[in-house]
């Protein structure tokens, strides 16, 4: 293939526009009339792989005439011949399969910026040009996918999706039809690949809103009814999910409102009440509630997660003594969380998401969860020596803390008996990944899976990778310091030329990425920001009284920071510094 780029990058470089043309006429004529449905060998399928190289596929103008009609013979192929193509797909380089997809990608784009046409006939031909671009990705996905990621899932995202096609409509057209595979309609639903973190996150707005506003409307038909129902007492239906807790047992509260809810309850507008307190829920109460809440059933002193020091990352503890109902609220809070556009500082493992969206977990998860543990794993695979045995000297069990004991699980039937060799280790390391992630949790994630869905479950799941799916729960890490200064609001006397707040910005973006980060933490509960980008982290400064000894506070749950009226650039940074380190995972005012 390397010889076959180097032949088109010289025939790329002919001045000659007549040859050009006549090589381009020869092909759309006489190659791809010729092309079958199922060629006589293998060789013959090679044209397929050597014409992508040709120049003339970077213009994604010639979609109708070279682009479309090309990828259309190929989707056209026997099963047997595309089969072939995945073989081939996979032991390629990984630049040539990256290729096709930013040819058909650049189709898409190309197709999506032409100005709108009332010409039947051309409506038509860029439909049919949309479709076939975007099944052949579809293809090139499947394979991506089946081959553990040729290249990065994100590879496949177009952008301009969500700018140029209103796909909050394209949504609810798609849940609405039956048969979503119809070219009759053609749905970008159909091929959630394209779609980015931002324009999933639209999807799932959509969603939930379509859902709340069912959930809403249902409540008011309710109430409406019983106003006409004689002699019969209704209370009346509240159109919002409201949960009154106390700040001194917010866990039991919780879990008491929660069972008292009907499952269609879960589907409406969430509202936070603290007994006691006069506060309206605009979005901050309930960005206080999720992060003194998972604080709470996070503590060891409930037992039911367990904190891997080394990754500071949480897991279900095999050991609980916790009633599955605390897991199945947790599971329900955390879809709460994402319905409700509120980001939680859940400290979870991508095999977490893996397990929500049914996807298979891989030692790789174990790596991220206990790189101690993924470490002897990796090590087992890597030795290739003769004398394995002798020197790993493992039979399939494990030893596992289990209630104060080290006790002995084996991994299969007399697995205390079946020696660890190179023949099987990559059996022991399978039954291994299953037994840490799933089966001596299976209780503990069943309830919170069961829990999660009953928020989040439908069609929009589907749509999401594991790692989407992490960040609309925690967020990301695509920061943008720069923005996030941009989009700061000043209170009272403070404004963007005051003194005080320019020695802020000065030492804060003085400041390390890691120090940044604490900061973040300090001002919104979370180390991280939202699928939107930093557009969507709004901060406000106000003045703060005391003098220049005093900290700087933050009131976590409105992003509001008070910021005394400090002289010295020095004393701003120690203060700063200072408060940004005594934090406990909250920063909470």
């Given at each position: 293939?390397?010889?076959?780029?180097?032949?088109?990058?010289?025939l790329?470089?002919?001045s000659?526009?007549?040859?050009?043309?006549?090589?381009?006429?020869a092909?759309?004529?006489?190659?791809?009339?010729?092309?079958?449905?199922?060629?006589?060998?293998?060789?013959?399928?090679?044209?397929?792989?050597?014409?992508?190289?040709?120049h003339?596929?970077?213009?994604?103008?010639?979609?109708?005439s070279?682009?479309c009609?090309?990828?259309?013979?190929?989707?056209?192929?026997?099963?047997v011949?595309?089969?072939?193509?995945?073989?081939?797909?996979?032991?390629n380089q990984?630049?040539?399969?990256?290729?096709?997809?930013?040819?058909?990608?650049?189709?898409?784009?190309f197709?999506?910026?032409?100005?709108d046409t009332?010409?039947?006939?051309?409506v038509?031909?860029?439909?049919e040009?949309?479709?076939?671009?975007?099944e052949?990705?579809?293809?090139?996905?499947?394979?991506?996918?089946a081959?553990?990621?040729?290249?990065p899932?994100h590879?496949?995202?177009?952008?301009?999706l969500?700018d140029?096609?209103?796909i909050?409509?394209?949504?609810?057209?798609w849940?609405?039809?039956t048969?979503?595979?119809?070219?009759?309609?053609?749905?970008?639903?159909?091929?959630?690949?394209?779609?980015?973190g931002?324009a999933?996150?639209?999807?799932?707005?959509?969603?939930?809103?379509?859902?709340?506003q069912?959930?809403?409307?249902?409540?008011?038909?309710?109430?409406?009814?019983?106003?006409?129902?004689?002699?019969?007492?209704?209370d009346?239906?509240?159109?919002?999910?409201?949960?009154?807790?106390?700040?001194?047992?917010?866990v039991?509260?919780?879990?008491?409102?929660?069972?008292?809810?009907h499952?269609?309850?879960?589907?409406?507008p969430?509202?936070?009440?603290?007994?006691?307190?006069?506060?309206?829920?605009?979005?901050g109460v309930?960005?206080?509630f999720?992060?003194?809440?998972?604080?709470?059933?996070?503590?060891?002193?409930?037992?039911?997660?367990?904190l891997?020091?080394?990754?500071?990352?949480?897991?279900?503890?095999?050991?609980?003594f916790?009633?599955p109902?605390?897991?199945?609220?947790i599971g329900?809070?955390?879809?709460?969380?994402?319905?409700?556009?509120?980001i939680?500082?859940?400290?979870?493992?991508?095999?977490?998401?893996k397990?929500?969206?049914?996807?298979?977990?891989?030692?790789d998860?174990?790596?991220e969860?206990d790189?101690?543990?993924g470490?002897g794993?990796?090590?087992?695979?890597?030795?290739?020596?003769?004398?394995?045995?002798a020197v790993f000297?493992?039979?399939?069990?494990?030893?596992?803390?289990?209630?104060?004991?080290?006790k002995?699980?084996?991994?299969?039937t007399?697995?205390?008996?079946?020696?660890?060799?190179?023949?099987?280790k990559?059996?022991y390391?399978n039954?291994?990944?299953?037994?840490?992630?799933?089966?001596?949790?299976?209780?503990?994630?069943?309830?919170?899976?069961?829990?999660?869905?009953s928020?989040?479950?439908?069609?929009?799941?589907?749509?999401?990778?594991?790692?989407?799916?992490?960040?609309?729960?925690?967020?990301?890490e695509?920061y943008?310091?720069?923005?996030?200064?941009?989009?700061?609001?000043y209170?009272?006397?403070?404004?963007?030329?005051?003194?005080?707040?320019?020695?802020?910005?000065?030492v804060f973006?003085?400041?390390?990425?890691e120090?940044?980060?604490k900061?973040?933490?300090?001002?919104?509960?979370?180390d991280?920001?939202?699928?939107?980008?930093?557009?969507?982290?709004?901060?406000?400064?106000?003045?703060a009284?005391?003098?220049?000894?005093?900290?700087?506070v933050?009131?976590?749950c409105?992003?509001?920071?008070?910021?005394?009226?400090?002289?010295?650039?020095?004393?701003?940074?120690?203060?700063?510094?200072?408060?940004?380190?005594?934090?406990?995972?909250?920063?909470?005012?």
């Amino acid at each position: 293939m390397n010889a076959v780029r180097t032949f088109f990058q010289d025939l790329a470089k002919i001045s000659n526009v007549e040859i050009i043309q006549k090589i381009s006429l020869a092909i759309e004529q006489s190659l791809y009339p010729s092309l079958p449905q199922s060629p006589p060998d293998v060789e013959a399928l090679r044209i397929y792989l050597i014409l992508h190289e040709f120049h003339l596929f970077d213009q994604p103008k010639l979609y109708s005439s070279i682009i479309c009609p090309f990828a259309k013979s190929l989707l056209s192929l026997s099963k047997v011949a595309l089969n072939v193509f995945n073989s081939w797909w996979q032991i390629n380089q990984p630049s040539f399969f990256n290729r096709l997809i930013v040819i058909y990608k650049s189709c898409i784009e190309f197709l999506l910026q032409l100005p709108d046409t009332t010409n039947h006939l051309e409506v038509s031909k860029r439909q049919e040009g949309l479709f076939i671009s975007m099944e052949m990705l579809r293809k090139l996905n499947e394979v991506n996918e089946a081959h553990n990621q040729i290249i990065p899932y994100h590879k496949f995202y177009v952008p301009e999706l969500k700018d140029r096609v209103n796909i909050r409509d394209d949504y609810i057209s798609w849940v609405q039809r039956t048969n979503r595979l119809s070219q009759t309609g053609l749905y970008f639903c159909n091929y959630p690949f394209l779609f980015d973190g931002a324009a999933k996150s639209v999807l799932l707005q959509t969603d939930a809103a379509l859902q709340m506003q069912n959930a809403i409307e249902s409540a008011h038909r309710i109430n409406l009814i019983s106003c006409f129902t004689p002699m019969q007492i209704f209370d009346p239906v509240n159109p919002c999910l409201i949960l009154k807790v106390s700040r001194n047992t917010i866990v039991q509260d919780t879990l008491n409102e929660l069972h008292s809810k009907h499952s269609a309850d879960l589907k409406k507008p969430l509202k936070v009440i603290f007994l006691g307190e006069e506060a309206v829920d605009e979005g901050g109460v309930r960005k206080e509630f999720f992060m003194l809440l998972l604080r709470e059933v996070l503590d060891p002193k409930y037992g039911m997660f367990k904190l891997h020091e080394e990754s500071n990352l949480q897991w279900f503890n095999p050991s609980t003594f916790e009633d599955p109902n605390m897991f199945h609220m947790i599971g329900i809070l955390c879809g709460l969380a994402i319905y409700n556009f509120t980001i939680i500082n859940l400290q979870f493992p991508l095999a977490l998401y893996k397990k929500l969206l049914k996807k298979p977990v891989t030692v790789d998860d174990v790596k991220e969860l206990d790189p101690g543990v993924g470490k002897g794993l990796q090590d087992l695979l890597d030795y290739d020596g003769d004398d394995f045995e002798a020197v790993f000297n493992l039979s399939f069990e494990i030893m596992q803390e289990q209630f104060g004991e080290i006790k002995s699980v084996e991994l299969c039937t007399d697995g205390k008996n079946k020696l660890v060799n190179q023949t099987n280790k990559h059996e022991y390391i399978n039954l291994y990944v299953d037994y840490l992630l799933n089966k001596s949790v299976e209780v503990q994630f069943k309830a919170f899976s069961e829990g999660f869905h009953s928020v989040c479950g439908g069609n929009v799941l589907d749509l999401f990778h594991p790692q989407e799916l992490q960040a609309m729960v925690v967020g990301n890490e695509d920061y943008d310091f720069t923005e996030f200064e941009k989009n700061t609001d000043y209170k009272n006397d403070y404004h963007k030329y005051h003194p005080t707040i320019k020695m802020f910005w000065e030492v804060f973006h003085e400041m390390s990425l890691e120090d940044k980060k604490k900061f973040l933490l300090f001002l919104t509960g979370s180390d991280r920001i939202p699928v939107f980008g930093m557009k969507n982290v709004k901060m406000t400064i106000q003045p703060a009284g005391g003098g220049e000894k005093f900290l700087p506070v933050a009131h976590t749950c409105f992003n509001l920071l008070d910021l005394p009226r400090y002289t010295v650039k020095s004393t701003l940074r120690e203060k700063l510094l200072l408060a940004i380190q005594q934090t406990e995972g909250f920063g909470l005012v």
